[in-house]
């Protein structure tokens, strides 16, 4: 690891926050057009270099962290309409929230304004080294992007790209760091430097998140685990709750957004279970139940009985907990021990409960009979996300553009001073 090197670098980012900031949308957006261009036009080198990346994948690697770093054509065409609705959306910096003047003429207003530098590290999947680029980007903010080992020739690929967008645009500065080399005493060494970088951003699974937090000093949006739950209450409609269940737990198991665990009111759980294990069993999902559970489909396979330890795993893969509960209450306490505060979801027919949940359930995105997998910025009309923050402090949920930025005050005067 070459010190002078990283501190050269972190040198030029830092200082090439003050042009992005007060770069106008058009600027910032012709680099995304061109981007968006590039990704087309060299779609076969993408693929190829993720090709490589796979073929280096460790025997017996989890399909679903496979499905994750796998790029496709029509992943590629996400990463193009993601760039082109960015493009398309209002530029956050200085959008005024606020203003007002004082008995004493102050005239003050609240507008938005860049973090400033921020370092994501991130695991497996690398879209997201677009996708982080263009947010941070348009909303002013310089950023250093560190992939996993595993996606480095797919990230280094797309990490040239995104240098000559950014030259296309003709910007002096360096407002965009892609780190290829896998050392990991680069991050360790990175999450020290709180002079040159603003935020950190770690999207990836439970260790990386804890080494994170354990070894930063720098301020971090946590984009943590999902342990999302579907509650079916007494009243649900089964064939849509069924949907739900099917969507959110296999639709693409191993997201943040996909469900963990199926709660069940015991009112519904004898007509309700068999046939959603016959939909599920086509997907060879493996089953880790409660007692109840467990005697209503007595005899099938891929069933085991849960353990504490179960209700606590996000498993991102084709794997599913099952409790039925005896009320609303129980379902709810449930959450509460064991969520991650992340997405949950209740399918009832009644909007009263619909709306008790919603309130009382502690997450970042609560939903009424609806799959848990919409919480993402793409889908909640974002152009894309940075990740999914479980924390309260400045942003909770998919972090977009406006937060991607912090209010200051703007404040104007006439001579006046303070008594």
């Known amino acids: 690891m070459n010190t002078k090197a990283i501190l050269k670098k972190l040198s030029e980012i830092k200082a090439s926050t003050k042009e992005l900031r007060t770069a106008n949308a058009d600027h910032k957006n012709r680099v995304l057009l061109k981007l968006a261009k590039m990704l087309t036009t060299y779609e076969k080198e993408i693929l ?35 760039l082109l609705q960015i493009a398309e959306l209002p530029d956050p910096v200085g959008e005024e929230v606020e203003n007002k003047v004082l008995s004493n003429g102050l005239k003050i207003r609240r507008v938005r304004s860049p973090l400033g530098v921020i370092f994501m590290i991130f695991e497996s999947r690398p879209n997201v080294a677009v996708e982080a680029f263009s947010l941070a980007f348009k909303s002013g903010n310089s950023i250093i992007l560190r992939g996993g080992s595993e996606s480095t020739r797919s990230t280094e690929v797309l990490y040239k790209m995104i240098d000559k967008a950014i030259e296309s645009g003709e910007f002096s500065g360096k407002p965009f760091w892609g780190i290829t080399d896998v050392n990991r005493k680069i991050p360790q060494f990175l999450l020290k430097q709180s002079q040159s970088i603003d935020i950190v951003v770690p999207r990836g699974g439970d260790s990386l998140i804890k080494y994170v937090v354990t070894n930063s000093e720098i301020p971090i949006i946590k984009n ?25 737990k296999v639709q693409r198991p191993g997201v943040c957004n996909a469900m963990e665990t199926v709660l069940i009111h015991e009112a519904v ?15 060879k999902v493996e089953w880790f139940v409660c007692p109840v559970t467990f005697r209503i489909l007595k005899g099938r396979k891929k069933m085991k ?31 509460e021990l064991y969520g991650s505060k992340h997405s949950e979801a209740i399918v009832t027919s009644s909007q009263e409960t619909a709306r008790r949940f919603q309130s009382e359930v502690d997450a970042a995105a609560v939903y009424w009979n609806a799959s848990t997998r919409f919480t993402d910025g793409f889908e909640f009309g974002l152009g894309g996300e940075l990740g999914i923050s479980t924390q309260k402090l400045h942003v909770r949920g998919p972090v977009g553009l406006r937060e991607l930025t912090s209010l200051r005050w703007i404040v104007d005067g006439s001579g006046q001073v303070r008594g």
């Open 305 to 335: 009985k849960a353990t504490i330890k179960n209700w606590n795993t996000e498993y991102l893969d084709l794997k599913i907990n099952c409790r039925v509960v005896g009320s609303y209450e129980e379902a709810v306490s449930h959450i």
């Open 224 to 248: 943590d685990r999902g342990l999302c739950h579907v509650y079916v209450h007494s009243d649900a409609e089964l064939n849509m709750a069924r949907e739900i269940v099917l969507n959110a």
């Open 48 to 82: 190829s270099a993720n090709a490589h990346d796979i073929k280096n994948l460790k025997k017996g690697t989890a399909p679903a962290f496979m499905d994750r770093l796998i790029l496709t054509s029509h992943r590629i065409n996400q990463m193009v309409t993601s």
């Open 269 to 283: 759980a004898k007509e309700f279970l068999p046939p959603l294990y016959d939909s599920l069993s086509t997907q």
